[in-house]
């Protein structure tokens, strides 16, 4: 189940990063089913950067969650690619806005989390920044552990809550 | 054998009290101590029309007694005459049981309502050491349990008792996938009583007495977009909205003369402390840093703050004179320390202190140096919020078992642990409100 999907968003993440011009072609040569026919042909026309449908197409635009190692606050690289989207998605959208929820998790006391939920979404807004975004486009917000994912006590589970969160609340 | 079967029956027992206190809180002593001072509670005769309520006196200061673990009461079953006045106490019965002191009383109609009177004797001397009398009006019989429980603990150990207290705490009900009920209680100190002052979707954090017992400053997400913190008045229920700055406006906490509140603020780009003067709502900056400063807490006197800051690295415990000036580290031992808060003497210092993934409740003796400064008195592994009895006897803190979050108030010395818990939901963030006037 997992395998193939990840192959899916891999092929479209190439399709997206490829230029333009030849993209159009590729859906012809190619018999995929039709779905992803549609989905791919829809991509290639919006590489414009400013329909809004790109946002929920484009696997890059459609990630949006940058994972943490424990207390700290340093962006990881497979998080790069995706906030430099992000960051150029907030550049040719001059009306689009970001609300970035910073969170923790649950180790450590709560108000010192959330300080550290602060961090990690000042961490994402950074790069946003530095890739293409304005400063007030992009809203920091912090829940420190108060918005947890998943509640065990255990590592797969802190991993998956110590992260910051771009919540578009305006796309374009 | 024997062992295991006194286990089994205790385990029933306590499968009992838990469903005859559903709306109360669990109540479960974990530890004892030797040294514990061993005193009998005879249960109080009622010579009183008509029976008001459910309360028995003389189990709840039984359990308020044995919760602050400098007593050992003599369990229920074991008290085997009842004397409800000091002239009907058998001394040569209670010297043969190995009891320090004994505590008879009786409850009588008065008018407007009842009227309790209690006496505590000395075992060995034979000599009566506490006579009173006190009203009590339909409905406020545990109220009067825990003075009783006062003055039975201040008599003996000379310092003032602090059962007739209260406690806020918040809890988390989830009500369906992402949908949850967050909420503020206020109970007796131990866990009866509940009020749900005020609740909401969205989360709260850090509930904090004002010094009068009469407000809760707390920090509240139910605004889009950013924290809150409001000082709400219990009696009216009426909130004042004190800081909604972008950013954190998180830890709030009073002065001891309740005129200032320290809070967090993150308005200028990263958590700095911040004093609020309530009256003129001037605010002042006291830390300028880049790293995370937080969770302060004030020394006695007013005149000091205690806070947390990772400007070393990893969160430590500083403090900071309010006029402004260095920050001073104050935590020495351990990798992680955070959260802390100061008895009211400010000898001790109680604090949160985490190592690889525990987290215990550390208390800090700032009278003795050396290894005895330091003493865990909680098993961890995530336990946070430690706030100390306004007499400095126990503490309250929030732990985790399993799934959910349950509440602990531990003898200072660590060696009696009572769990207050909600049956249902997610509870945390206690603090232990100041003396009440009797």
């Not at chain 2, 800090?364 to 430690?386: C, F, K, M, Q, T």
């Amino acid at each position: 189940m997992n395998t193939p999907i990840r192959v899916l968003v891999l092929a479209l993440a190439v399709a997206g990063l490829g230029a333009c011009a030849k993209k159009t072609v590729k859906p012809e040569e190619t018999s995929p089913p039709p779905t992803s026919t549609t989905t791919q042909t829809t991509a290639t026309q919006e590489e414009s950067w400013t329909n809004p449908a790109l946002l929920d197409s484009k696997p890059c635009l459609v990630s949006r969650v940058a994972y943490f190692d424990f207390d700290q606050t340093t962006i990881k690289s497979e998080a790069m690619e995706m906030l430099q989207c992000h960051g150029k998605w907030l550049a040719a959208n001059p009306g689009a806005r970001i609300s970035l929820e910073g969170h923790a998790d649950e180790r450590g006391t709560r108000e010192y989390n959330l300080g550290l939920g602060e961090r990690r979404g000042n961490a994402v807004r950074d790069l946003l920044l530095a890739n293409g975004g304005r400063s007030e486009q992009v809203a920091t917000v912090s829940y420190g552990e108060e918005r947890p994912i998943c509640t065990d006590s255990d590592e797969s589970c802190w991993s998956k809550n110590r992260r910051a969160e771009i919540v578009y609340t305006a796309k374009q | 054998m024997q062992r295991i079967i006194n286990a089994l029956f205790l385990l029933a027992m306590l499968g009992l009290c838990r469903t005859g206190m559903a709306q109360g809180l669990e109540i479960d002593i974990v530890n004892g101590r030797e040294a514990a001072i061993p005193v009998t509670i005879v249960p109080f005769a009622w010579e009183a029309a008509a029976m008001p309520d459910g309360t028995s006196i003389d189990q709840v200061v039984r359990a308020d007694l044995n919760r602050s673990g400098q007593f050992r009461v003599l369990r229920k079953e074991d008290v085997i005459e009842l004397p409800a006045r000091g002239g009907d106490i058998k001394f040569p019965t209670w010297k043969m049981m190995k009891q320090d002191y004994i505590v008879v009383g009786r409850v009588q109609t008065a008018e407007g309502g009842y009227r309790v009177e209690f006496e505590l004797h000395d075992v060995l001397k034979q000599q009566s050491l506490l006579s009173l009398a006190l009203p009590v009006r339909p409905g406020e019989f545990r109220a009067v349990s825990h003075q009783i429980a006062d003055l039975v603990y201040e008599k003996i150990l000379g310092v003032r008792g602090a059962f007739f207290t209260r406690i806020a705490y918040i809890t988390q009900k989830r009500l369906g996938e992402g949908k949850f009920e967050n909420a503020i209680w206020i109970a007796d100190s131990d866990g009866f009583n509940p009020q749900r002052i005020v609740w909401n979707a969205e989360p709260f954090l850090s509930p904090a007495w004002s010094p009068d017992g009469k407000s809760l400053a707390y920090v509240s997400f139910e605004r889009q977009g950013g924290h809150t913190i409001y000082i709400h008045e219990l009696a009216t229920g009426s909130r004042r909205l004190v800081t909604s700055f972008k950013g954190i406006n998180g830890a709030p906490t009073f002065s001891p003369d309740g005129s200032t509140l320290a809070v967090t603020l993150s308005k200028s780009g990263n958590p700095e402390i911040y004093t609020l003067n309530l009256a003129s709502n001037n605010l002042t900056q006291l830390t300028r840093h880049f790293a995370i400063d937080t969770e302060s807490a004030w020394m006695p006197g007013g005149n000091s703050l205690l806070f947390t800051s990772d400007r070393s690295g990893k969160p430590q415990i500083y403090s900071l004179p309010v006029s402004g000036g260095t920050p001073e580290r104050v935590s020495s031992v351990g990798e992680y320390n955070a959260r802390a808060s100061a008895s009211y003497d400010g000898r001790l210092l109680a604090m949160v202190q985490g190592s690889k993934n525990v987290y215990r409740i550390a208390v800090v003796d700032r009278e003795r140096g050396g290894a005895g400064a330091v003493r865990l008195i909680s098993p961890g592994p995530l336990d946070e919020s430690p706030s100390f009895a306004p007499n400095a006897s126990m503490v309250l803190y929030a732990a985790r078992e399993g799934n959910r979050g349950v509440l602990y108030a531990a003898s200072i010395d660590g060696s009696v642990r009572q769990r207050l818990a909600l049956p249902d939901g997610d509870v945390r963030e206690p603090a232990w409100g100041p003396f009440r006037q009797r």
